[in-house]
């Protein structure tokens, strides 16, 4: 049976495997996914010897780099993130990368939600591994604005010269933000820490604006309880990308797009 595994370190909360091993039985496909504990120090030894047998892999925090620079071919969208979250291994041998994250992230809110992200305005909160993986696919999307904020203003602005080839992103500190936005994408790792990143609650047009966090949990999120009380139109966890991220990474594998709504439905 073809070999599959997540990567990470932790990675005994992920869902990657009931996720995948739902997508393989909807579709008929034979596999086996499991999580693998990669040490921190040696993530080049455990994807060597893992692919010695192994099929694919997907890659979660903190080694997503660490993959793109392993692999020998990328991906146009994993060139431009400079993260590699799904590997594949060809026929020749070789591993192919590619990163579904941003494309996760744009499914649920257009596919899923049923939002249009075209002539919008959109603030990215955060500037890390996250973001990068976002930037292209949400810009594809044609937003009119694209405000990047972080509490480390030169990241922001370090992120947004890769893309100045595009006029319609702009980096920002938190405290100069103040104007209602139509949608708020919370990709910070600080909901995991139950601290909401310190923006005005100005930006929300209550009953218009769509709130997202990349984070997801048992519980409402931090960002989430907080975009709910600033009256936010709809308001969005992150387990929907999770699903449609692992999705795009199946149909990288096995050329099959499984049904990503009823896995949601289970996940729920
Ligand atoms: P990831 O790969 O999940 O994006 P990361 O690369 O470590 O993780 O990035 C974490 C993001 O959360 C960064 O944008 C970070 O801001 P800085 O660049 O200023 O460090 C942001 N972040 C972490 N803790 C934060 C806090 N307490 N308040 C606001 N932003 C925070």
Request: include cysteine; charged fraction near 20%; proline fraction near 4%.
């Amino acid at each position: 049976m073809d070999r599959y595994v997540v990567f990470g370190n932790p990675i005994s909360h992920s869902k990657s495997p009931l996720i995948q091993r739902m997508f393989a039985e909807q579709t008929g496909k034979q596999l086996h996914y499991s999580t693998m504990l990669a040490p921190l120090e040696n993530f080049t030894g455990c994807v060597n010897e893992f692919f010695r047998q192994g099929r694919g892999a997907n890659i979660t925090m903190p080694f997503k780099e660490h993959a793109y620079r392993l692999a020998n071919r990328l991906t146009k969208r994993a060139q431009r993130t400079g993260a590699v979250n799904t590997l594949s291994k060809l026929v020749d041998g070789t591993l192919f990368g590619d990163n579904t994250d941003g494309v996760g992230l744009v499914r649920d809110l257009t596919v899923n939600a049923g939002f249009s992200l075209r002539g919008k305005h959109i603030l990215l909160l955060g500037a890390g591994g996250a973001v990068r993986g976002v930037l292209e696919p949400l810009l594809a999307k044609q937003p009119t604005l694209l405000i990047l904020a972080n509490r480390t203003v030169e990241k922001a602005k370090l992120l947004v010269s890769l893309f100045n080839d595009i006029n319609s992103v702009y980096a920002c500190g938190f405290d100069s933000l103040l104007e209602p936005v139509d949608v708020i994408i919370n990709a910070t790792s600080v909901s995991m820490s139950e601290i909401v990143p310190p923006i005005s609650g100005s930006l929300v047009k209550p009953g218009k604006t769509i709130c997202y966090d990349m984070m997801y949990g048992k519980q409402s999120t931090a960002f989430c309880c907080w975009a709910n009380k600033q009256g936010a139109a709809v308001v969005m966890d992150g387990l929907g990308m999770l699903v449609e991220q692992a999705a795009e990474s199946f149909f990288f594998w096995h050329g099959v797009r499984p049904d990503t709504a009823s896995v949601l439905a289970e996940l729920r």
